[in-house]
């Protein structure tokens, strides 16, 4: 069969292709990453390349029709086809060719937030298992001892008496004495596979053995055994495996001590940027496989790097506990994630049962232990119950809420006493989709900004300090924040053409306002907002805010009765919440009552890794979570008319 050579810069990658395979397939096959927000649907215009040269080092604009068929074409200006632009999705090699990815269709390394919860609560819990590992007992209410550092996996050294004609009960049964008499267990069992290896082991390591257990005592497994002492070698992953980007921690679970945590995007963005477009995808032909190896494969690539750099062994890794939304969760462990879209939006299971690493391919030792956290619903995950852990609503007396902002907001209510929860739909526009000049959070995207007021002139700051090529969530949060402030736009998101500046200009998409203008950006053209982009932005922040409206209400509460907000995320994270209020994406309440509590998402899954306390209440969390359906409700639609205004309808909310 034919093939065409299609080599990419700046990445310098160069590979060999069946006639028909388009450009972003390629890019995927060669390891290089190209923004497809929509999935290589042809709709979101994020995949721009430019066509550099066939091989005969003819441009484009000379000999178009000899070196790539174009299917699609409308979300691109006739300035930039003459230039020798075109959606990687949309288009097929009929040559050898090379590819330039500009700045702002490259998937460069984004701002991750690593960072864990620090709040009394996680303190509290961090305190008893630093101390449990110490060879310390913590205290129940009753003053009785309880276990709190009870790792997922743990090690037990066994120095075995050898069989005798007195004693020659089977070799299995020896390795279960022996345990028993150390860790006090009881009708443990284990695999074939293990009782096949365990005499030679034994003798080859002079019964001197280290029995690799599970940490529930009710059910006690053997795992593995390993020749020698490896007790004090056990380590642990704590994983967040985020729609965009995923986080692994690695932990000495000896120790209740962080070694390192590493993090880079999903490699599922490939296949689109939000759960929807990924379960789209997930039926196409081999759709599900790929988006399962795209996971496992980013998380083998952070685990690989952690290894390396603290001179760990696979096998001494012997569980992970992973969180993360349900969609994210079930195609991890390629479980079919359709029917979460489809009314009345059912996971396939919410309470996953432990599996072994070997089980999904994850790089770890193969009989570890691999344990995912419990959903609450299709659009409330395990990264929620992880962030209600962290923070300890559950636990408290006052009414609190946790806000996660992204393309799925989810908002959870509650006390010690009851907890509901609900998710809205913002889609994508805060995470850069639906944007003419959006990004993620990656080097170049605008993460700050401030307009004057005079002369309108934009003071802006990027990510890692470099020319501008976008807008990141926050940014856009700013910039339409300051295009209100001003006065360029007015409270429905209109732009006032009158205004005395060049910024204002007519674009495909209406009226725009110019950022920054092209000689001053990292790109190739101006980073305008349009209107457009406006109306996005008013649809994603009316969504969040009439979400945490209609929940409050929903159980007799107004808003400012909430005595304790918390945010989520990654975005939550860098937002400015004087200017949230100000455009209505936040409830106008007392701003000592919010706090952003970091990646509580990881920090969850690191406590049930080291607590088997810790997994119970999260098992319990998400039991006790009434989750509320919005999409059923003619309230939802009612008041979400009112927030499509900035900040809303009815001034009296936002005095």
């Not at 907000?565 to 100000?582: C, E, T």
Request: net charge negative.
């Amino acid at each position: 069969m034919t093939t065409n050579k299609i080599i990419f810069y700046p990445d310098n990658k160069v590979i060999n292709v069946q006639q028909g395979t388009d450009i972003l397939e390629a890019a995927i096959a060669a390891g290089v990453h190209i923004n497809s927000p929509c999935g290589g649907k042809g709709v979101c215009g994020k995949c721009r390349i430019k066509i550099k040269h066939g091989h005969e080092g003819t441009t484009l604009s000379e000999t178009s029709s000899l070196l790539v068929e174009t299917k699609i074409t409308g979300l691109l200006t006739q300035n930039e086809l003459d230039q020798g632009f075109v959606l990687a999705c949309g288009t097929i090699p009929l040559a050898d060719i090379e590819v330039e990815i500009p700045p702002s269709s490259r998937l460069t390394k984004e701002q991750i937030l690593t960072q864990e919860t620090k709040i009394e609560h996680l303190e509290r819990i961090v305190t008893k298992v630093e101390t449990e590992a110490d060879g310390k007992d913590g205290k129940d209410e009753k003053g009785e001892k309880v276990s709190i550092h009870t790792p997922l996996v743990r090690k037990i050294f066994l120095n075995i008496s050898p069989p005798t004609m007195d004693d020659h009960i089977s070799d299995l049964e020896r390795v279960y004495r022996e345990i028993n008499k150390i860790a006090d267990l009881v009708d443990i069992s284990t695999s074939l596979s293990n009782i096949r290896l365990i005499p030679k082991v034994l003798r080859d390591s002079n019964w001197q053995v280290t029995a690799i257990m599970n940490r529930d005592n009710d059910h006690p497994t053997m795992l593995s055994l390993e020749a020698g002492d490896t007790s004090l070698r056990n380590f642990g992953l704590a994983i967040d495996v985020g729609t965009t980007t995923v986080v692994v921690q690695l932990v000495d679970m000896n120790t209740a001590r962080v070694i390192d945590t590493e993090a880079s995007y999903n490699r599922q963005a490939h296949y689109g940027a939000d759960v929807i477009t990924r379960i789209i995808f997930s039926h196409k032909k081999q759709g599900l496989d790929r988006l399962h190896q795209g996971i496992i494969d980013t998380i083998n690539d952070l685990i690989m790097v952690l290894m390396e750099e603290h001179q760990i062994q696979q096998n001494e890794i012997t569980a992970a506990i992973c969180a993360g939304n349900t969609t994210m969760l079930h195609l991890l462990l390629k479980i079919d994630p359709v029917h979460i879209r489809i009314e009345p939006y059912i996971p396939a299971v919410n309470f996953m049962p432990s599996i072994t690493a070997a089980e999904i391919g994850i790089k770890i030792n193969p009989h570890g232990l691999i344990t995912c956290l419990p959903h609450v619903a299709s659009y409330v995950g395990a990264d929620i119950t992880s962030g209600v852990l962290a923070i300890g609503i559950h636990e408290a007396d006052e009414i609190s809420m946790l806000i996660d902002i992204g393309t799925n907001g989810e908002i959870v209510i509650g006390n010690k006493d009851w907890l509901v929860c609900c998710a809205s739909s913002a889609g994508p526009a805060f995470e850069g989709g639906g944007i003419k000049a959006g990004i993620r959070a990656m080097e170049g995207a605008i993460q700050r900004i401030e307009i004057n007021p005079l002369d309108y002139m934009a003071k802006y700051d990027t990510i890692g300090h470099v020319k501008p090529i976008g807008i990141c969530g926050s940014g856009l949060i700013d910039t339409l924040t300051e295009l209100l402030r001003v006065k360029v736009i007015d409270q429905s998101g209109n732009i006032n053409g009158s205004l005395p500046t060049k910024r204002i200009l007519e674009t495909e998409d209406g009226l725009g306002f110019v950022l920054v203008w092209k000689e001053d950006s990292g790109g190739e053209e101006d980073i305008v907002i349009t209107r457009s982009d406006i109306s996005n932005l008013i649809f994603s922040k009316g969504a969040i805010y009439t979400a945490c409206v209609v929940l409050a209400k929903k159980i007799g509460f107004e808003v400012n009765d909430i005595e304790r907000v918390y945010i989520a995320g990654g975005f939550g994270n860098y937002l400015n919440i004087n200017k949230s209020i100000m455009i209505g994406l936040l409830p106008d309440i007392d701003r000592n009552r919010y706090r952003f509590i970091g990646n509580s998402s990881l920090t969850g899954a690191n406590l049930c890794l080291l607590s088997d306390k810790a997994m119970k209440t999260a098992e319990e969390i998400a039991k006790k979570m009434t989750y509320i359906e919005l999409s059923a409700d003619n309230s939802y639609m009612n008041e979400y008319t009112g927030a499509l205004f900035l900040p809303h309808t009815d001034m009296s909310r936002f005095p």
